[in-house]
């Protein structure tokens, strides 16, 4: 009964260097959500991944962010080239498969910590 | 305008007092809505749904939508110091995607 993980828990680095966020999604949710929170600011919508679907990427803030999700279960969020304007927390969340008007409920993970120096 | 709107400041309630808390959204077709809560330094969980007009209860907690104002509240009865904690309001998208957009927060403090 093990819920959203994520990886690191936190994570400091240096300016211009890359990293990647890594999410495990309840077993047999089809569809996964990428957000970022800065502080002090409500969630804010990255990319959407659902089944074999292509995903919704209109939320990535540059071309230095991209995510993939292997196999329809983990997902990866890379950042290249980071910035300190990319330090914040990074939120994964699952759902199971969509429901006429969105009623699914989305389960988060615990979040990954960034810290850019 | 902002797709979900939570204006107030922090809200201070003493215990076993009402904490009403306010949301409006810009989509006026959005069809489900959520409230989350959030403990300083971990992650949102599911507090409420609700889809129709009208009041729906769970425990001490009240969420009402009225979607012709583009409004849902949040209302805490019987406020305990556990549940001081940040309450996110978020609002399913129109469209294929179903993503959330969350407003700000508002930050809750009961004093006991």
């Known amino acids: 009964g093990a819920g959203v993980s994520q990886s690191p828990s936190n994570k400091v680095t240096e300016k211009g260097k890359d990293v990647e966020l890594r999410c495990d999604p309840i077993s047999g949710h089809t569809a996964l959500y990428w957000y970022r929170q800065s502080l002090g600011q409500g969630l804010e919508f990255l990319i959407y991944?659902?089944?074999?679907?292509?995903?919704?990427k209109s939320g990535l803030p540059s071309d230095r962010f991209s995510a993939e999700r292997t196999g329809g279960s983990v997902s990866t969020l890379t950042i290249q080239r980071t910035q300190q304007e990319d330090s914040a927390v990074y939120l994964c969340?699952?759902?199971?498969?969509?429901?006429?008007?969105?009623?699914?409920?989305?389960?988060f993970g615990p979040g990954t910590r960034l810290l850019v120096l | 305008q902002k797709e979900v709107e939570q204006n107030s400041g922090p809200l201070s309630v003493p215990e076993g007092a009402i904490a009403s808390l306010n949301c409006t959204y810009s989509?006026?077709?959005?069809?489900?809505f959520f409230w989350y809560r959030q403990y300083s330094g971990k992650s949102p969980e599911l507090i409420m749904s609700i889809y129709s007009n009208g009041d729906k209860e769970d425990g001490r907690f009240t969420a009402q939508l009225n979607k012709a104002s583009q409004y849902v509240s949040l209302l805490i009865r019987d406020s305990q110091p556990s549940d001081s904690a940040t309450y996110l309001c978020a609002v399913n998208k129109r469209g294929g995607n179903n993503r959330l957009a969350f407003g700000k927060g508002n930050q809750v403090v009961v004093i006991p």
């Open positions: 989509d006026r077709v959005s069809q489900s």
């Open positions: 991944f659902q089944g074999n679907s292509a995903p919704d």
């Open positions: 969340a699952s759902s199971p498969m969509m429901i006429a008007g969105g009623r699914e409920t989305q389960y």
